[in-house]
Every structure is written in structure tokens, then in C-alpha cells.
Nanobody, 124 residues
């Protein structure tokens, strides 16, 4: 069982930045691809970013490219999501997820473990 704990959410003004962290309990963290997803109130969960086991490959939806950056440090069992130029539309609960395969994926059903989520609120 992999436990994922997110942190770093909060309230920020439009145009600001936040850095989310997700720390995994599993020592074989380096075997997993990781992803970030978000869910706004009343809406379905959406893909935000994914990174492969080594950090050499990342993928984002076109709408977030250039503003969001995913990275990882396997020695720290941690993945980060750097979010810049935040907009009110980015307001959501952000979830970290682990995929028990090394390759990236943008599909939530391909992830095996999920964190509890961290709230990000962007005020206008």
C-alpha cells in the first residue's frame, strides 16, 4: 500500500504561484510514474501533469503548458507541482497519484494510489 500526502495548497491571488508537494511512503517510489489531477466543485476530475519514474519524461494538457511544471526527487520520495501565473479557474482540490508502472499517463483510471488532496484557491 502506497500512502501519498499532499501539501502546499492555500489561498493565492491571481497571478501568484504555489508549489505543491506529494510525499510517498513507499521505498520503491522510483518504480512509479506520478501524476497530478484536480477537481473543481461540481466538475469531474481532470488531468494536470504526469512524470515518469526517472523524471526524464513529463506531459501536460495544452491548456497548462508553460504555467505548470512537475518534477520529482526519488531520493526524497517526493513529487512537486510548481504552478505559476495562477488564475481563478485553477481553483480546485489537487490530487497526487501514483501509477505502478514507470511510464507516464494522463488517464486517472491508470493510477493505483491517490492522496487525500490539497485545496488551491485563487482569488481574483
Amino acid at each position: 500500500q502506497v500512502q501519498l500526502v499532499e501539501s502546499g495548497g492555500g489561498l493565492v491571488q491571481a497571478g501568484g504561484s504555489l508549489r505543491l508537494s506529494c510525499t510517498a511512503s513507499e521505498r520503491t517510489f522510483s518504480d512509479y510514474a506520478m501524476g497530478w489531477f484536480r477537481q473543481a466543485p461540481g466538475k469531474e476530475r481532470k488531468f494536470v501533469a504526469t512524470i515518469n519514474w526517472s523524471g526524464s519524461s513529463t506531459y501536460y494538457p495544452d491548456s497548462l503548458k508553460g504555467r505548470f511544471t512537475i518534477s520529482r526527487d526519488n531520493a526524497k520520495n517526493t513529487v512537486w507541482l510548481q504552478m505559476n501565473s495562477l488564475e481563478p479557474e485553477d481553483t480546485a482540490v489537487y490530487y497526487c497519484a501514483a501509477r505502478l508502472k514507470p511510464g507516464i499517463s494522463s488517464f486517472s483510471y491508470e493510477y493505483d494510489y491517490w492522496g487525500q488532496g490539497t485545496q488551491v484557491t485563487v482569488s481574483s
